[in-house]
Nanobody
Framework: EVQLVQSGGGLVQPGGSLTLSCVAS????????MSWVRQAPGKDAEWVAG????????DYTSSVKGRFTISRDNAENTLTLQMDSLKPEDTAVYYC???WGIGKTWGQGTQVTVSS
């Protein structure tokens, strides 16, 4: 069974930082690109960042470039999203996703709220 189990998230003030983690199981992690996706209330899901299976290729949606960093540890089957300089518009439920893009296999989601 494919599982993506997330941790991290929470409430942070504007300008603050948070780290999201996702532990994968049930598939060969190092053979898949991975992504982070977010969904704000009343909005469609949005692809945030992607990383190639090796970790050498990375890309981000324009609104988070320079603030977010996606990384992976293939030895530990772990995907990470480091989020710095957070803004209120980053508030959303964040999901790790298998593959490059929105994908069809998501973790359980974790709430990120940026508010003073």
């Amino acid at each position: 069974e494919v599982q993506l189990v997330q941790s991290g998230g929470g409430l942070v003030q504007p300008g603050g930082s948070l780290t999201l983690s996702c532990v994968a199981s049930g598939f060969t992690f190092n053979q898949y690109a991975m992504s982070w996706v977010r969904q704000a209330p009343g909005k469609d899901a949005e692809w945030v960042a992607g990383i190639s299976s090796s970790g050498r290729g990375r890309d981000y949606t324009s609104s988070v470039k320079g603030r977010f960093t996606i990384s992976r540890d293939n030895a530990e089957n772990t995907l990470t999203l480091q989020m710095d300089s957070l803004k209120p518009e980053d508030t959303a439920v964040y999901y790790c996703a298998r593959g490059w893009g929105i994908g069809k296999t998501w973790g359980q989601g974790t709430q990120v709220t940026v508010s003073s």
